[in-house]
């Protein structure tokens, strides 16, 4: 068994600190935990794997770091990817490093800030989440807004002062 | 299912649902062919009440050179919540740039035009062919459909005509001229329910064809709309009673005309050119017609869509309205007209809108425009225009997969007669770019 929130304590005293607090780490302690935690503890391990990388250590990215390992969006990533799809998939490989890098203010050499969003747009599971969830939406109200007028075609209109 | 009186006239007062009786029970009264009510609320009734009040006191906020103010808050709420509209991406930095829409998009997916954000529980639909021949349902409210009546009060206010009508009177009666129509009694709340008439001037939907003239005197109606086809019947009807004025819609009232009306009745004939797309636009006068929606902004554009200098005609193009279910950007009208500038105000010159245009039958007898549109209207066509050649001889070109020839013929010939000389082409090309479509259009006199 892990002890995640060590493993956390110990990634961001290397990243350069500050030291956490008790209370700052106790997410990543809980006395119980469900499927969805347990996931997100699994990606919060691959994720302090990749902050250990010998370039980050001593830069004082350790706020930074906390902050992105305690994100909602990391939730979010853990429910929608496993972890283990995140170091064997290529693609998903790629969106863990981006947003980490990301996270810690930093972006891939040779890149500028438009085209690391934009890569980082493209392969990004989050996004792609949440474009299925709005053209979901979209679609759901176009189909509304196309039965609402074909039901009421069919019914009486309201009369007007004057042709048009 | 047909609706209730509840549900036609949520707000129905005592005088109006004697107004009613009087109406549909009134010895001399049409045969109507369909019923029809307001169907405005409490919450609409306070709607109204504000556009009358947003109309008398808001003025057109663009100069010469420049956008109206309004038009950047309608552009950005448009592209954020009307899937057409977003799904084009970032709305572009010049107005110049945003591509235009036309007739064929709001006809194909009218829903891809009402806002994300515009609750449907008010919805009612209005299905139109309008002068291209194209059929367009047009998503739409009881506030915007009454919206007509504090529109028409206030441009005729603004013409020297104050409109009173109230518990007991006769407001508007909107007369037409044609073989088969809808015809119904309501009354106009925002008006203290006076009653409102849509009615048939043909001879056939009345008992007794001296019956138009006895039942009209008898309701002496403040005004009467409609278009010039049927003033020209109402004036033959040798009414006793006067109007405060005729205003005239749907198709151009020429001048020849407009003298006769006025003469006749002895009051001003109004000519208003208004789209179902957007209702009322401008209002004939001192020869040019002057814009009455504070919120509708006007251009005029060439066949590829580019802004031409004020007073060059083109195609005027549309952005804005008073339907919160269609936010219109630049929607082009296939009306031609200049944009000219008079005391500071934009107004359109030289508009050519659509011409009234009577059919004839091998018999001689006249049949009018909205015969042909009525006889058609249930046929699955995208588009159609029809035209007749000197000798008489009809053609119909129309577009529209499932429209099956044979039933076409058959709707063309119950309005004609078994002799009529009739030719179906179908085919996509309706008008070449720049050039008007007209949907009805005749050689032969009638």
New interface residues.
């Given amino acids: 068994m892990v002890h995640v929130g060590a493993v956390v304590h110990d990634t961001l005293m290397e990243l350069g600190g500050p030291e956490p607090t008790i209370e700052q780490l106790r997410s990543f302690a809980p006395a119980k935990a469900d499927e969805a935690e347990r996931r997100r503890l699994r990606l919060a391990l691959v994720t302090c794997w990749l902050f250990g990388e010998r370039g980050f250590r001593s830069r004082d990215l350790g706020a930074r770091a906390l902050e992105f390992l305690s994100s909602a969006e990391l939730r979010e990533l853990a429910g929608l990817v496993d972890a283990a799809k995140l170091i064997g998939d290529g693609d998903r490989r790629e969106e863990l490093a981006r947003l980490a890098l990301r996270a810690l203010g930093l972006r891939p050499d040779g890149e500028t800030p438009a085209q690391a969003q934009d890569r980082l747009a493209t392969v990004s599971s989050v996004e792609a989440a949440r474009l299925f969830r709005e053209s979901q939406a979209a679609e759901q109200r176009a189909r509304e807004v196309r039965e609402a007028m074909a039901r009421k075609a069919a019914q009486e209109a309201a009369d007007k002062a004057y042709r048009e | ?3 209730s009186d509840a549900e ?1 006239f949520p707000l129905l007062t005592d005088p109006g649902r004697a107004m009613l009786k009087r109406l549909r029970e009134h010895p001399h009264a049409p045969r109507y062919t ?7 609320t409490a919450d609409d009734l306070v709607r109204l009440q504000a556009f009358e009040q947003f109309l008398r006191e808001t003025p057109l906020d663009w100069a010469e050179g420049a956008l109206p103010g309004w038009l950047d808050a309608h552009l950005e709420r448009a592209y954020a919540q009307v ?1 057409a509209y977003r799904r084009r991406g970032p709305r572009p930095a010049r107005f110049e740039d945003i591509p235009t829409i036309d007739r064929g998009d709001l006809s194909r997916a ?3 035009f ?1 806002p ?1 954000d515009a609750a ?1 529980d008010g ?6 062919t309008g002068t291209t021949g194209q059929i367009l ?1 047009v ?2 409210h ?1 506030v915007v ?2 919206g ?2 504090p ?2 009060k206030v441009v005729l206010e603004r013409l020297g005509v104050s409109l009173t009508a109230g518990p007991g009177d006769v407001g ?1 009666v ?1 007369v ?1 001229w044609q073989r088969k129509a809808f015809t ?1 009694p ?1 009354v106009t709340p925002q008006w203290g329910d006076a009653g ?1 008439l ?1 009615l048939n001037l043909h001879p056939d939907d009345w008992r007794d064809p001296d019956d138009r003239a006895r039942f009209l005197d008898d309701l002496d109606p403040e005004i009467y ?3 010039p086809v049927a003033f020209e019947v109402l004036l033959g009807l040798g009414l006793r009673t006067r109007p405060r004025a005729l ?1 005239s ?2 198709t151009t009232l020429l001048p020849g005309l407009r003298s006769k009306l006025e003469a006749g009745f002895g009051c001003p004939v109004v000519d ?1 050119y ?3 797309e957007c ?2 636009v401008a209002v004939a006068r001192d020869g040019v017609y002057e814009l009455i929606q504070p919120r509708l902004y006007v251009e005029i554009l060439d066949p590829q869509g580019q802004p031409v200098s004020d007073g060059q005609r083109g195609e005027v193009t549309l952005t804005g309205g008073f339907n919160f279910y269609w936010p219109l950007i630049r929607y082009r009208t296939n009306d031609y007209a200049c944009r000219i500038w008079r005391d500071g105000r934009p107004v359109l010159a030289d508009l050519e809108g659509r011409a009234p245009v009577l059919f004839r039958t091998p018999t001689g007898e006249r049949r009018s425009g909205l015969d042909v549109t009525y006889a058609l209207k249930h046929m699955p066509l995208a588009q159609y225009a029809l035209h007749q050649a000197t000798d008489g001889a009809l053609t119909l070109r129309y577009s529209g997969a499932a429209a099956r020839p044979d039933q076409l013929r058959d709707a063309l010939l119950e309005v004609f007669g078994p002799n009529q000389a009739l030719e179906l082409v179908e085919t996509d090309l309706f008008a070449t770019p720049g050039e008007k479509m007209r949907q009805y259009e005749s050689d032969a006199v009638t």
């Fill in positions: 299912m047909t609706d036609r369909m019923e029809c009510g307001n169907r405005v899937p009218p829903w891809d009402v994300d449907l919805l009612i639909v209005h299905k139109t349902r998503p739409t009881p459909s009454s007509s009546f529109l028409l508007v909107l037409g119904y309501s409102h849509k709309t409609g278009d205003v819609t749907a208003l208004s789209l179902n209702n009322a």
